[in-house]
Structure formats: C-alpha cells, structure tokens
C-alpha cells in the first residue's frame, strides 16, 4: 500500500504546495481522496498513471477539495476505455456533481457512479475481498466525512506444513477463509498450518473541528493524517473556521493507539513549519509533516 501526497496546503495552492489531494495505490489500484484544483497535474509530476484511479472519496465540498474533478474526469473520459469511476462523497454530492457534469461541454466514454454517505457514526461504506472504507462525520459547518481504509487480516498459509499433511486443492482455499479441513482420522484447523497478518489501516481526517468521531475512526491505525491548518495559539481561531492545531491532532494520535502522525493541510500563514512540527512531535513523537509529493509505504 503507497500514499502519494499531491497537496497538503489548505484553501490555496502556494508556490511549493496544492490544494489537497491523497492518492492512495492498493494492489494496482489507484483510490483519490479529495481532489484540489491542478490534482491532474500533480499526478503527472507524481508520475502517477490517472487511468488507474477508479474511486473518488470526497471529504466535503469546498473548493480546495474538489476543483480538480472536472478537468480529472474530462481527461480520464475522454480515453479510449475509461471503464467506471465511483465518486464517494458526503450529503449533498449527487446535487454538486450535477452542477458540476453541467460546467462545461463534455464529451465523455466514462460511467460515472455517485454514492452519497451518511456515517453519524463510523461505519463501513465500502468493501471487497481485500478491504474495507469507512466513513465518519466531521464538524465543518457542511456535511464532511473522514475516512479509514482498513485492509482486511489475510491468512498465509505455511507451505512445508501443507505439503507434510499432504493438503491441496479447494482444501487449501476452506483454511484460507478459516475453516477446518476433515483428512483421513485429523482435522486441521487454519492455525495449524497458517498464521493471519493483520491487516493496515489508514485513516484521513481533513477539514474538521475537535470531534469524537476522529478519536473512534482513527482508533488502532498504523497511519493517520490529518489536519493541522493552525499553530497551538490560534485555536480560538481553528475552533472558529471549524478546523484543527497540531497539537490537538497530536493529542488524538496520542489517544487513539496511532502508529504514525502525517499532519497536512497548512495555512498559507506559515512560511515554515517549524512551530507546529515541534508542538505536535512534544505529544506524538513519531509525527511527519507532509509536503506535496511525499510518499509513505504501509
Ligand atoms: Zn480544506
Ligand atoms: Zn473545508
């Protein structure tokens, strides 16, 4: 699993940092959230191949997160097989990406499926085989949700420990999905012959005041990113706007069995970083403060 950060500056790009956008790549599958003004562009500098992106997940509907769907979806569309792309979003997304479909002439291949969630609490919004997404509601004067993607525990099998008991076949794929195997005068149970790695998880929390919703979602990740648009002394103001200081998204880390901290999403205020990295790294030691382009493997 590789997270690409192709925009970690709130409201406005600036000349070192884009409007938000994550781009998170699965198995060869490539999942967006959010998409910022120029996303497109990031992507190429990324070198990330756009045709792979086949979901959207959408926290909320400000500019800042969104204004690069447009031009993403015209490029992509426009392919000899674009094949289907899922939007994810809050209340309210099937109304914008109607708007938004009628923004400009469109001459699209492309079938375009909307989901809107609502998550008072968090659940599960999304799942195959191999993960799962979750959603939960934010407080940010509009419906906005935060995210997890939480990869499912999967079972490896011990090859040597097979073969001794001569196990093959669909026998194999039954202790996969955990259950028993009947053989002549033994049954063999999953644990015998396999161990299960635990799936990662990775939540993203953007554009949000202090909430309980965040300490639940985040609960347990190897990773979390999320906001951190203030300094400490500006949380008057944070509360304010509806969004968050390092520290108190340290202190979330902090509580919720986080792994690591990627902080994002910073005023254009701050020429650097340096104040909100050390407020944050006194709470949550193991904290990262993004930059456009960065990229984490979990
Ligand atoms: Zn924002
Ligand atoms: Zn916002």
């Known amino acids: 699993m590789e997270i690409t950060f192709l925009g970690t500056s709130s409201m406005v790009p600036t000349k070192d940092r884009n409007v938000q956008s994550i781009y998170l790549e699965y198995n060869g599958e490539g999942i967006l959230f959010d998409c910022g003004e120029g996303t497109q562009r990031q992507m190429n ?24 769907l447009v031009g993403l979806i015209q490029t992509v569309g426009n392919t000899e097989n674009p094949g289907k792309l899922t939007i994810f979003g809050p209340k309210g997304t099937k109304k914008h990406m109607a708007h938004l479909m009628n923004s400009c002439i469109f001459d699209l291949r492309i079938e375009i499926e909307i989901k809107e969630l609502v998550a008072d609490k ?13 959603a939960a509601s934010m407080t940010h004067g509009v419906p906005c949700l935060a995210y997890s993607f939480v990869e499912k525990d999967r079972r490896k099998m011990n090859a040597s420990k097979l073969k ?14 955990g259950e028993s195997v009947k053989l002549t005068g033994k049954i063999v149970e ?26 639940l979602l985040a609960k347990d990740s190897d990773l979390l990113i999320g906001e951190a648009t203030y300094e400490s002394s500006k949380e008057n103001k944070a509360e304010e706007y509806n969004h968050m200081t390092a520290e108190q998204m340290a202190i979330v880390a902090n509580n919720s069995n986080v792994k690591s ?6 005023s254009q205020r701050y020429k650097t970083l340096h104040d909100l990295e050390k407020e944050a790294k006194e ?16």
């Open 261 to 266: 901290l990627v902080l994002t999403h910073f």
């Open 283 to 298: 709470i949550f030691p193991n904290t990262i403060m993004a930059f456009d382009f960065l990229k984490l493997k979990v």
């Open 164 to 177: 001794k008991l001569g196990i093959s076949g669909a026998d194999i794929g039954k202790l996969q999905r």
């Open 190 to 215: 999953p644990d015998d012959v396999s161990e299960v790695i635990r799936g990662k998880k990775i939540s993203l929390v953007l554009d949000t005041s202090l909430n309980d919703n965040i300490s």
């Open 122 to 134: 968090p659940k599960v919004v999304f799942e195959t085989d191999s993960y799962e997404v979750l």
């Open 45 to 68: 500098i990324a070198r990330i191949n756009r045709l792979k992106v086949k979901k959207i997940f959408i926290s909320h509907w400000h500019g800042d997160h969104v204004s690069g």
